[in-house]
């Protein structure tokens, strides 16, 4: 199944651009910022929260960076505008963390002052291993100065029971998830039982340690856990979050909110919609075997 699975993953940009654009749409809300605007006013509307994401990464020049910069300063005066319920997610490469990592603080440094102008929230997306390190000392370092900034920590990463004993003591608001990128096993665990065993394990400390975490998963399974966890401790609806993807496991969602929950939506848009689809069908071969049997299935 693995061999079969990075087949097709090779095969992928085989797949003419209009049917991976078909298959996007669920999972991306447009090109533009109107179309996550919109996205996200149908949600509300539901009474279900979003956070905007500006699709793109590793960013390799200096400009196009700052034009990310100002990008998300648009999206912060479109949110305060249509009075929308929603923050924004950044991922550190897009804003220059394999160019400078200085150059990369000082960009995130201005986004967060920028949402602390409007008392929004900015979720630091982590990323692959090799980025780990900077994206915490760079959010450790913004936590000195602000409240309004979170990171996100991923299960998989065989470091990250030691993360959590660092952050729980800040009280660091975290999104936890199981991790997407594909990694050595050096790094992160490769049998999803224990992966999500760690998953359960940090969950616990943290909502334990009084953290506010944006709970990350589409598996039952782990939600099970999690509202075991929240009935154990007492939590109050404002002291957590479920968190999920666009266009995943919509009824679950809406099970969630219908007991009562809060639930944020990851809602990304722009132009580099299509490089987005094809690195993540790449990196999680899983997915490409799904999809591309829902295409000829469809067929």
């Avoid at 760079?138 to 952050?167: A, C, H, P, W």
Wanted: proline share 3%.
């Amino acid at each position: 199944m693995f061999l079969i699975n990075k087949l097709l993953a090779w095969t992928l940009p085989l797949v003419p651009k209009f049917i991976v654009g078909i298959f996007s749409k669920k999972y991306i809300a447009g090109p533009t910022l109107n179309d996550a605007i919109k996205k996200i006013k149908e949600f509300n509307s539901k009474g279900i929260m979003a956070t905007v994401d500006i699709l793109g990464e590793e960013t390799n020049n200096k400009e196009d960076a700052l034009k990310v910069v100002d990008e998300y300063l648009q999206v912060f005066e479109a949110i305060e505008s249509y009075q929308l319920d929603s923050n924004v997610s950044i991922k550190p490469t897009h804003l220059g963390l394999k160019i400078d990592k200085e150059f990369c603080y000082h960009n995130i440094r201005t986004i967060v002052k920028e949402a602390q102008k409007y008392n929004n929230f900015v979720r630091i997306d982590m990323e692959d291993h090799t980025c780990t390190t900077d994206t915490i000392d760079i959010f450790l370092q913004l936590k000195e100065n602000f409240n309004n900034v979170g990171m996100v920590l991923q299960s998989y990463l065989r470091r990250t029971i030691d993360d959590v004993n660092t952050l729980l003591e800040k009280k660091a608001n975290l999104r936890l998830c199981k991790g997407i990128y594909i990694e050595p096993r050096l790094v992160a665990y490769k049998d999803p039982s224990i992966i999500s065993e760690n998953f359960k394990y940090c969950l616990e400390k943290l909502l334990g340690a009084g953290c506010y975490v944006g709970i990350a998963t589409h598996d039952e399974k782990l939600i099970w856990h999690a509202l075991s966890q929240i009935d154990k401790f007492n939590l109050k609806k404002e002291e957590y979050e479920f968190q999920m993807l666009l266009g995943v496991t919509d009824e679950l969602r809406n099970i969630l909110v219908s007991a009562g929950h809060r639930m944020r939506i990851y809602v990304p848009f722009g132009q580099q919609w299509y490089a987005y689809s094809m690195r993540r069908l790449k990196e999680n071969p899983n997915i490409a075997r799904s999809i591309i049997k829902n295409i000829f299935t469809k067929g």
